[in-house]
């Protein structure tokens, strides 16, 4: 395949994104051929010995890539130093090896979450440029009026920066709660729950239904599927 930037080659083994893999290298956790790489060496995986972590590097023969509908206290993470519960623990332990969470979902919210093995895919998913849409179910305390979810639309500012449009209807009231569904382009922590909170109107209970077109459908929760290339391919286009 040639000589590849590392930070592509480290994504592309399925450790981490490549924006992690930038952190790892500036951290010194790469080494080609014995020496401690930095951001932006390049190596040839057919002939250069590539670590991470004193690891030898290896990149996946096949990409998989999944869709787990995600319960809730369960951590978007491979592995917690606390021994809580973490995404991969619901998957076969044949599939783990080099599988990934694509983006989070809080451990307080459930449903839809992508693990992929496929850096170049992770990149093209996570990456705030290319805007792909996330569909969400949520349910908030309380009656928001008119105006209240055309403020929620416009998008509110957090930590002092605005926020992108948001496509809000409302669905139904029922007990004092009302069921929104939202899409958003963009991934900032707890984005909804702050906004909402900011609002009046608390997070009762918040699931992701759909990435793009990817959508949890009838899966149960805890359970997972594959994703076949039709499904993900327009997910990796910019749009």
Do not use: F
């Amino acid at each position: 395949m040639g000589a590849e930037r590392l930070q592509k080659l480290v994504a592309a083994a399925g450790l981490c994104s490549r924006r992690q893999a930038e952190t790892w290298l500036r951290d010194g956790r790469v080494r080609v051929n014995g020496e401690r790489a930095r951001l932006g060496d390049r190596a040839d995986p057919a002939c250069d010995r590539i670590s991470v972590d004193g690891q030898p590097l290896e990149l996946p023969s096949t990409t998989l890539t999944l869709l787990l509908h995600k319960p809730v206290g369960v951590l978007s993470t491979c592995h917690d130093p606390h021994g809580r519960p973490t995404v991969l623990e619901l998957l076969p332990p044949e599939l783990r090896p080099g599988l990934h969470p694509v983006g989070r979902l809080d451990a307080d919210s459930r449903g839809a979450l992508l693990l992929s093995n496929d850096g170049a895919l992770t990149l093209r998913l996570t990456h705030p440029r290319y805007g792909h849409r996330k569909t969400y179910r949520v349910w908030v305390e309380g009656l928001p009026r008119t105006a209240t979810l055309e403020r929620w639309r416009a998008g509110v500012p957090l930590d002092g920066l605005p926020s992108l449009p948001v496509e809000l209807r409302r669905l139904r009231h029922h007990r004092g709660a009302t069921l929104l569904e939202l899409v958003l382009r963009e991934g900032r922590n707890r984005q909804i729950r702050r906004t909402a909170e900011i609002l009046g109107h608390p997070v009762l209970d918040l699931s992701r239904i759909a990435i793009g077109p990817v959508s949890l459908g009838d899966l149960e929760e805890g359970a997972w599927r594959r994703v076949e290339p039709g499904e993900w391919g327009p997910l990796a286009v910019a749009p």
